[in-house]
């Protein structure tokens, strides 16, 4: 079975950082996925870790640990909207994904 | 610039109404999959697809079906609805393994249909 553990909410002040922890049980695990949801419309894709370590693009870096079972997104220089739903996916085999209920960011001024 | 079309953004629909919830994707790809979103629980998968006419049950496939008879389309059926089957469904579709880069099978959704039974 699958198990992907995120925290629900958290809070951060514009220009801050804020990190985002998820871990994962998965069986066959292949690789870890975080997507972006803003209120009332689709998840669109932030990154993707299959090997351990880190990997930046722009203010958004995501972690991997496999050997823990963990994940981590940072989101650096935070901006009004950057508010919104973050969801950690764990990829089980070649297509399928396993997700987290989501954590809500909310950026305050 | 990739795109994935679900038929409706609000639907409401009574108890033991037979419903059809449309999703169309135009990138090719081989993979489509229906999920449904609620408060608390995250996305929870309810059938895939893999290549036309070809399906699989997801986590959750009670109560629905699904079909798909062209590569582009992927239809979700509520034979009857009930009213626990109010929710956020969502759309995706993806590339196979074999044609996606570094094996970063990156699932595109649609925008999403709120359905609610009453």
């Not at chain 1, 990154?47 to 930046?56: A, R, T, W």
Request: glycine share 8%.
């Amino acid at each position: 079975g699958q198990n992907i553990d995120q925290p629900t909410e958290m809070t951060a002040t514009e220009g801050a950082i804020v990190q985002i922890n998820c871990t994962y049980q998965t069986s066959g695990f292949n690789g870890l996925f975080w997507y972006q949801q803003h209120a009332g419309e689709a998840p669109t894709f932030l990154s993707y870790n299959v090997l351990d370590g880190l990997e930046e693009k722009g203010r958004f870096s995501s972690f991997l640990s496999r050997s823990k079972g963990y994940s981590y997104l940072l989101l650096k220089e935070l901006q009004m909207k950057d508010s919104a739903s973050y969801l950690c996916a764990a990829k089980s085999n070649d297509y399928k994904l396993s997700f987290g209920a989501g954590t809500t960011v909310t950026v305050r001024a | 610039d990739v795109k994935v079309t679900q038929s409706s953004r609000y639907l409401v629909k009574r108890t033991g109404e037979k419903v059809f919830l449309e999703c169309v994707q135009d990138m090719d790809h081989e993979n489509m999959f229906w999920y449904r979103q609620d408060p608390g629980l995250g996305l929870r998968l309810i059938y895939f697809s893999y290549d036309v006419k070809m399906k699989e049950k997801g986590d959750i496939p009670e109560g629905y079906s699904v079909s798909r008879e062209k590569k582009e389309r992927f239809s979700l059926i509520l034979e009857s609805a009930s009213t626990n089957q109010t929710s956020m469904y969502l759309c995706a579709s993806s590339l196979t393994s074999g044609r996606a880069l570094a094996g970063k099978n990156i699932q595109y959704f649609g925008a999403g249909t709120r359905l609610s039974v009453l």
